[in-house]
């Protein structure tokens, strides 16, 4: 399937088939199209944490309001952003460096510039989140190419799913994914509003829009 009919086949599944797991080959091509996502300075903050175990989705389920397909679904992978990936930026520079993608001069002016930016723990969040979107994003269109199923669900409670699931202070959960394969019983893609409703065309400087008041 071709990335076009992905993105416009895609829907948000609350219903999914228990007996078909998703297999471990998948489970890697699903995350390796998540890495593909840009980050901010090629920081790639997002981690993911998939919960696979029946009993472990049992145990997620009721950290997410008791929502069914946490339950379902063969997998749900929680995605979470790195507040402190500043840190341990460098090892993205030399990696870069090593590829001959840029030199030193830059890495230096690269490793400055996040570390400065980034140890504000407000932009370490925002960052983490939209990164983590866009890395949701790209996990979401791979896995419907595969004629998976997925919902992104953001109603869990982080800090029992930290606690729960040991993960350090310095994670933010960004998304939980269900995924898995459909079964009967879903909503279809529901309706979204017309482009022109969307888009300013030609916008340009000190020129109102739809979107000025
Ligand atoms: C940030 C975000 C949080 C969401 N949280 C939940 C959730 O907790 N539970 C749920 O069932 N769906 C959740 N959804 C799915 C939306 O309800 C769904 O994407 C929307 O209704 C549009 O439907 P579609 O994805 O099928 O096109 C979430 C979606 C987004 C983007």
Redesign the pocket.
């Known amino acids: 399937m071709d990335a076009h009919t992905a993105i416009h086949q895609r ?2 599944a ?1 219903v999914y088939d228990p007996d078909r797991p998703v297999s471990s080959e998948i489970l890697d091509q699903l995350i390796d199209a998540a890495r593909q996502a840009p980050s901010a300075y090629n920081m790639q903050q997002s981690r993911f944490v998939a919960v696979q175990d029946l009993e472990a989705r049992r145990v997620l389920r009721s950290i997410a309001y008791d ?1 069914a397909k946490v339950e379902m679904a063969p997998v749900v992978i929680v995605v979470l952003g790195d507040l402190q990936s500043h840190l341990t930026f460098p090892e993205i520079t030399r990696a870069d460096q090593a590829a001959g993608i840029y030199d030193q001069g830059l890495a230096d002016y690269f490793v400055q510039a996040v570390q400065g930016t980034y140890s504000d723990p407000r932009r370490a969040h925002d960052e983490a989140i939209r990164s983590g979107s866009l890395a949701a994003m790209n996990l979401m269109t791979e896995a419907t190419a595969l004629g998976l199923a997925t ?5 869990f409670d982080p800090i029992k799913f930290k606690e729960t699931f040991a993960i350090a202070e310095h994670y933010l959960p960004v998304f939980m994914i269900a995924v898995g394969y459909p079964a009967a019983g879903n909503w279809p ?2 309706t979204r509003r017309s482009l022109d409703e969307l888009l300013v065309r030609d916008a340009r400087p000190h020129q109102k829009n739809a979107f000025s008041q």
């Open positions: 829907y948000s609350n929502q919902s992104p669900m953001i109603g893609k529901k």
